[in-house]
């Protein structure tokens, strides 16, 4: 529920912790700024969450599901690596939570971890379903945070998403999305003239994560994609495909 919370919660929970500070969640010349304060905020959600946990005698424990690839971008595991995702639920929690956090997969990588769930004999929904940002939806966003925006990226996450299940597609992708840009370009609907925004479908294929390349998908399934986008959600006049490997490009935009 936690790691999800932004891809299908509604507005109200989510603004009672972002709306009362207009500019906790903007970006900045300093983007790790944005990914910790967004960090910050799942950590209210979460601490909402685990408080109703309290009830239940003994809770004392709260696991947590991150692998090896969060732990080598997020700090220095041995010699001088940089830092280069700040989004990823890395580094404990704050100490008035009261819990403390067991980590069982932090030290395997993604196939090594479905081939673990494989052993327990976990649903092959669950242990094929794409990895998804901790922070969920908002480092999706380039830009400033809104509602609007926050349901722009939902809707035509689905699209996406769904869209590949239908044509099965979702199992040949390793982790796909879409990004809303911070940019607004001219269009036409009908004989008017628009002056929307943009989003783009990333889709790659990767064994761990560490490296990945951008899916070559049939040209007639992005199209269909691109088309629904653009007609079934409000303020899109522009859908672009990603095709960037990593490295360079990492997989996530940020």
Known sequence: MIRCWIRTATWDLISQVWMPRPNFIQHSTVLPILNKNVKQSVARLSKCSIANLTRIKDVKWLAQGTIYPDVIESVSVKGPSATIKSHHNVGGLPDKMKLKIVEPLNTLFKDEVRLVGAQLNIDPAILN??????????????????????????????????????????????????????????????????????????????????????????????????????????????????????????????
């Not at 509602?147 to 699209?159: F, L, M, R």
């Not at 607004?184 to 994560?209: F, H, I, N, P």
């Not at 199209?223 to 899109?236: F, P």
Request: charged share 20%; net charge negative.
């Open 129 to 254: 379903r794409h990895p998804f940002p901790g922070p969920g939806l908002a480092i999706r966003i380039l830009g400033e945070i809104t509602p609007d925006k926050v349901q722009i990226v939902q809707d035509a996450d689905e699209i996406f998403i769904s869209s590949l299940k239908r044509e099965n597609l979702y199992n040949t992708v390793w982790q796909a999305g879409v990004i809303l840009l911070p940019v607004q370009s001219v269009g036409v609907m009908g004989d008017e003239r628009t002056y929307e925004k943009a989003v783009c479908l990333r889709a790659v294929q990767s064994v761990d994560g560490m490296t990945a390349d951008w899916c070559h998908l049939p040209h007639t399934f992005l199209a269909k994609v691109s088309n629904d986008i653009i007609n079934k959600v409000k303020g899109i006049n522009r859908v672009v495909y990603d095709i960037s490997s990593k490295p360079p490009a990492t997989i996530e935009w940020e």
